[in-house]
Nanobody, 122 residues
Framework: QLQLVESGGGLVQPGGSLRLSCAAS????????IDWFRQAPGKEREGVSC????????NYADSVKGRFTISRDSTKNTVYLQMNSLKPEDTAVYYC???????????????WGKGTLVTVSS
């Protein structure tokens, strides 16, 4: 069974932190760039970050630069999204996806997770 599974979401106060995980089951992530997307209620899905297959390059949406950090651990077959200084507008379902390289179209993603909910509220 080939799938991506997100975890680590939950309820956090503004200014708090969460670390999301994206773990692969049934295949290795070593040959894929990994993206994080999010979708808030009533809004379209937006790209948050991407990390290259080697981990040598990363990119971030302007809205999260300086606050979020993407990383990967090949030994654990997992990609992480560290989220600091969280704001209420970060509230969304967060999804990870695998593709050949960062910058490809959404329809070019090879695998999608089912998402994990992040709620930032006081």
């Amino acid at each position: 069974q080939l799938q991506l599974v997100e975890s680590g979401g939950g309820l956090v106060q503004p200014g708090g932190s969460l670390r999301l995980s994206c773990a692969a089951s049934g295949f290795t992530l070593d040959y894929y760039a990994i993206d994080w997307f999010r979708q808030a209620p009533g809004k379209e899905r937006e790209g948050v970050s991407c990390i290259s297959s080697s981990g040598g390059s990363t990119n971030y949406a302007d809205s999260v630069k300086g606050r979020f950090t993407i990383s990967r651990d090949s030994t654990k077959n997992t990609v992480y999204l560290q989220m600091n200084s969280l704001k209420p507008e970060d509230t969304a379902v967060y999804y990870c996806a695998a593709e050949g390289e960062c910058g490809g179209p959404d329809y070019g993603m090879d695998y999608w997770g089912k998402g994990t909910l992040v709620t930032v509220s006081s």
